[in-house]
Nanobody, 123 residues
Framework: QVQLVESGGGLVQAGGSLRLSCAASGRTFSTYHIAWFRQAPGQEREFVARINLSGYTYYGDSVKGRFTASRDNIRNTASLQMNSLKPEDTAIYYC?????????????????WGQGTQVTVSS
């Protein structure tokens, strides 16, 4: 019911910033919770951020204080502002949508996924 497309990834130096966007199709966008996950080579998918359909946000410990999630239900978009980037943030970033209230920090809680966008942070 929802199709997601991420954009905004790229190569930045440590300490820099990037803003990722997630464009959604479908008029039911506002009924889904949106989450961001990332996956680095050889590692499991890591929870980054979640913004509930109500607008409340949650962040993984590794990004708390540096990343900010937001959403615009009128334009069917979600964003992830990433500041003070570190080399450890290098990964493919995905946005995801779901309605589950169970295990909401797990990738399995989300039914719809974008294709991912690469973020590379150099030292």
């Amino acid at each position: 019911q929802v199709q997601l497309v991420e954009s905004g990834g790229g190569l930045v130096q440590a300490g820099g910033s990037l803003r990722l966007s997630c464009a959604a199709s479908g008029r039911t966008f506002s009924t889904y919770h949106i989450a961001w996950f990332r996956q680095a080579p050889g590692q499991e998918r890591e929870f980054v951020a979640r913004i509930n359909l109500s607008g409340y946000t949650y962040y993984g410990d590794s990004v708390k204080g540096r990343f900010t999630a937001s959403r615009d239900n009128i334009r069917n978009t979600a964003s992830l502002q990433m500041n003070s980037l570190k080399p450890e943030d290098t990964a493919i970033y995905y946005c995801a949508a779901g309605r589950s209230i169970i295990a909401t920090f797990s990738a399995q809680a989300y039914d719809y996924w974008g294709q991912g966008t690469q973020v590379t942070v150099s030292s």
